[in-house]
């Protein structure tokens, strides 16, 4: 008999027949919209399999209603969104996908830090609305990048990849990482240091540290009165890392140059929200992984992982 699988958005078509072929497959199939949280109840109630995104709470509720469940696997590195203490204590494996998305959202992550920097989306809008009228010697300027010194608050692999990029613009990348890697820093050419020094000394901030307790607003008022009027924050980890509240006083006060932001506290952001009404920040709608390429191997990844888990095998992206 074929186990029962519950898949909380449309996933594209070649993992979807991955799971098509050994499982039968519900599916919440609007790709625009999530899963309402009283069907997710529903669905999950009798499921043997949970496909998910980072979109979905997958708490101690759902848990614990699911009394079939044995494998939840999530289409995100990032697992914050799954209580994965009460799973492990039912004995319901949780899977990730790292690894596959490590160099699309690096990408990414510079691009912000581009357009953060020399203000693209600024004069872009500038030349859109009819205020180019002529060229002027200070007009939309930016800060540099070569050269300059990067700051990464955690050292795991895209931040890794972040740190070559930076390379290929002659910047000095530092560092700051639960535990040192002096093995990394030899072969990348990287600095390590605490986190006052790296928000005191560096030109771009990158955080791209995981979203735990332990990191919960790590970027803080105080933190930001560390850093130079002239630097900018690019956040493509988890919105909960910062305060907003402080970042928004920050830029609004001119106490930092800018911020890049891929992330927010709570996802959609408000259009309401106060840091949209900056001309000094540049907000994505959370695209760090989203190439064509890199959402289908995610997808496979979490399918494959979710299908292993199901046959009593051992997930390679086991969580728990």
């Not at 199939?29 to 979905?56: A, H, I, S, Y």
């Not at 009394?67 to 990730?96: C, P, R």
């Not at 979203?211 to 105080?222: D, R, S």
């Not at 900056?278 to 190439?291: E, F, K, Y």
């Amino acid at each position: 008999m074929k186990p029962t699988i519950y898949i909380t958005r449309k996933i594209p078509d070649e993992a979807l027949q991955i799971l098509e072929e050994e499982c039968n497959v519900k599916m919440w199939d609007k790709e625009d919209q999530p899963v309402p949280r009283e069907v997710l109840v529903k669905e999950t109630r009798e499921v043997d399999g949970l496909f998910c995104l980072l979109t979905e709470a997958i708490d101690k509720e759902i848990i614990e209603n699911a009394s079939h469940l044995k494998v939840v696997s999530n289409m995100a590195v990032g697992y914050d969104n799954i209580d994965v203490e009460t799973a492990s204590q039912k004995n319901i494996m949780v899977t990730n996908t790292p690894g596959v998305l490590t160099e699309t959202t690096a990408d990414l992550t510079f691009a912000l830090l581009m357009s953060t920097a020399r203000r693209l989306i600024e004069s872009s809008n500038y030349l859109r609305a009819g205020k180019w009228s002529t060229w002027s010697p200070m007009q939309l300027t930016g800060q540099d990048i070569h050269g300059a010194k990067l700051g990464i608050i955690g050292l795991g692999r895209i931040g890794q990849a972040l740190a070559k990029r930076a390379k290929g613009f002659d910047m000095e990348v530092y560092y700051y990482n639960r535990s040192r890697k002096p093995k990394i820093e030899e072969e990348l050419g990287l600095q390590y240091a605490s986190l006052e020094e790296l928000l005191s000394d560096s030109d771009f901030i990158s955080i791209l540290t995981p979203y735990t307790a332990e990191t919960h607003h790590l970027i803080g008022e105080k933190e930001l009165q560390l850093m130079k009027s002239s630097a900018c924050l690019i956040n493509t980890s988890r919105g909960g890392i910062v305060n907003e509240d402080a970042l928004y006083s920050a830029l609004k006060q001119k106490k930092i140059w800018a911020a890049g932001l891929d992330v927010f506290d709570e996802e959609p952001v408000s259009l309401n929200h106060p840091l949209l009404e900056l001309s000094n920040v540049v907000t994505l709608p959370h695209i760090g992984s989203a190439s064509i390429a890199t959402r289908k191997k995610m997808a496979a990844v979490a399918a494959e992982d979710l299908l292993l888990g199901l046959k009593g095998e051992t997930p390679k992206h086991l969580v728990n």
